[in-house]
């Protein structure tokens, strides 16, 4: 009887999808299915990226990396990478030296060390992709925060990322910490 009832299970749990939802139990999408990543509705927040300060060379790049280029702070921009380049999602410069200098305010190595190797993983048990959140999957995708006015959002950060559902006017919005640019679909 307890064989019957460890193969029912492992055939319960084959059979299973995950995906993960922060904020909410049910998300934005209507269909789960191809979402490995969403955000609750109505919360007036974005995903932030992390800033670097040279712009990644390595192997392990690819495609649909995003970043914010601070390699020259008055000059900081969100990028992604699409295989080949990296392609400009601001259009305008940002300025990540005031009112807070962001380029230096770090955690403390010595509470939680960060190895080269940190990341986490959704939609496979490991990935060859270098990041610092990856979603590994062939099929499915992350549906971005959603808001309907980017001025509903009370102190954006440098790197956020969302998508405005307004009325004649759906886009994806993107902070480079001084201004918002946004992109039509």
Known sequence: MKNIFVIILLAMMSGAQAQVIIGDATGTA??????????????????????????????????????????????????????????????????????????????????????????????????????VLVLESNTKAMVLPTVLDVQNIPSPSPGMMVYVNKTGAKRLAVFNGSKWSFWKP
């Not at 979402?35 to 300060?53: H, T």
């Not at 495609?63 to 400009?88: E, F, V």
């Not at 030296?97 to 496979?124: C, F, H, M, R």
């Open 30 to 131: 209507g269909d789960k299915t191809s979402v490995l990543l969403e955000f609750a509705a109505g919360q007036n927040k974005g995903i932030i990226v992390p800033y670097v300060r040279s712009l990644p060379t390595s192997n392990a790049l690819v495609g649909g990396s995003i970043i914010l280029d601070a390699t020259t702070p008055t000059l900081a921009r969100m990028k992604y990478y699409n295989g080949t380049s990296w392609i400009d999602l601001s259009g305008q410069n940002g300025n990540l030296t005031s009112p807070v200098n962001y380029l230096t305010v770090q955690p403390d190595p010595t509470v939680a060390p960060e190895t080269a190797a940190s990341k986490t993983i959704i939609g496979a048990v490991s990935s060859t992709a270098d990041g």
